[in-house]
């Protein structure tokens, strides 16, 4: 879907057109497709956190259609770590800055043991990260 992520001070940032591929209703992005988008933001507040984590959960409140092939925004941050939880949040919005959605996640720290798992290598900039998991 040409997520495009960035990070910008303690905040990820970034821009999305959703297109058929992603279609529910006609014309309109699945919420699936939503909810990846919004958990792909927040999960891109770990490189912030130089912290490795997962998502526990994710609450998505749907505010506004997500219309095809109209440019959106998304933001996310950080709202509180308590231990090993972190409250992370974000928004995705349409071009006059409607919130079409939003999410609040629940991400736990985990070793990076937890990805040997998956039984891919991991990214050379993890490498430091496990200091800081479990918090
Ligand atoms: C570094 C970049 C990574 C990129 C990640 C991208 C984002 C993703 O898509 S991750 C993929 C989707 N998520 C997953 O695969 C996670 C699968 N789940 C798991 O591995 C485990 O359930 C895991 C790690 C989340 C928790 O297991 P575990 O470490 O044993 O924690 P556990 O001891 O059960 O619980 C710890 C605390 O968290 C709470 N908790 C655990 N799960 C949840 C949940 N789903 N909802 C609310 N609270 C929860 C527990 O109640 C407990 O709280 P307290 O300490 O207050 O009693």
């Known amino acids: 879907m040409g997520l495009r992520l960035r990070v910008d001070g303690d905040v990820v940032r970034g821009e999305v057109t959703f297109d058929r591929r992603q279609q529910g209703a006609p014309g309109i992005a699945h919420g ?28 998505v409140d749907f505010r506004a259609p997500t219309l095809l092939h109209h440019p959106m925004t998304v933001e996310a941050r950080a709202t509180g770590r308590d231990g090993r939880k972190l409250h992370l949040t974000a928004r995705l919005l349409d071009e006059r800055a409607t919130v079409v959605a939003e999410a609040q996640a629940l991400f736990l720290a985990v070793d990076l043991e937890h990805f040997a798992k998956g039984g891919e290598a991991l990214p050379e900039a993890w490498s430091g990260w496990g200091a800081n998991a479990p918090g």
């Open 32 to 59: 699936g497709a939503v909810t990846t988008v919004l958990d792909d933001a927040v999960a891109s507040l770990l490189v912030v956190l130089e912290t490795p984590a997962v998502t526990a959960n994710i609450h």
